[in-house]
């Protein structure tokens, strides 16, 4: 039987005070999500002053980003380059700010960022996901 990584709970806190501390540094409100290999919650967290539409945007995007198994920027490329297709995929979210999150080149589970403009998103998302990688 095989085995695999799995996201713990540890893991995601992780990933989301680092992705924090990016926002922090740069004075963006945003709302943080972690959610498992399946696409299902396991963290959230967002800022008092964050508007509430953040909310199910950072946990969609979280989840697209599981399900494609890459990031959401790729869709929101995409759209931009006239592929229009990736509007009709079910769960897209064609905005930068949700990237799978990986252990050993398998994905674990996938990171929500809403808030901010999109490129700032994505460097939020980033951030904290190089948090995975660092014990």
């Given at each position: 039987m095989a085995s695999k990584p799995v996201l713990t709970l540890e893991d995601?806190?992780?990933?989301?005070?680092?992705?924090?501390?990016?926002?922090?540094?740069?004075?963006w409100r945003v709302t943080i999500a972690v959610v498992?290999?399946?696409?299902?919650?396991l963290y959230l967290q967002r800022n008092h002053d964050t508007q509430f539409?953040?909310?199910?945007?950072?946990i969609k995007k979280?989840?697209?980003?599981?399900?494609f198994q890459r990031p959401t920027k790729s869709?929101?490329?995409?759209v931009q380059g006239g592929r229009l297709i990736h509007l009709a995929l079910p769960g897209v979210i064609p905005a930068e700010g949700g990237v799978?999150?990986?252990?050993?080149?398998?994905?674990?589970?996938?990171?929500?960022?809403?808030?901010?403009r999109s490129p700032q998103d994505g460097q939020i998302a980033s951030a904290g996901a190089a948090a995975l990688t660092k014990s």
């Open positions: 995601a806190k992780r990933i989301a005070t680092a992705a924090q501390a990016e926002a922090q540094r740069n004075d498992d290999d399946g696409g299902h919650l539409g953040s909310l199910e945007t950072a979280a989840h697209a980003a599981v399900a869709s929101e490329d995409a799978p999150l990986l252990l050993d080149g398998i994905v674990v589970g996938g990171l929500g960022i809403s808030g901010v």
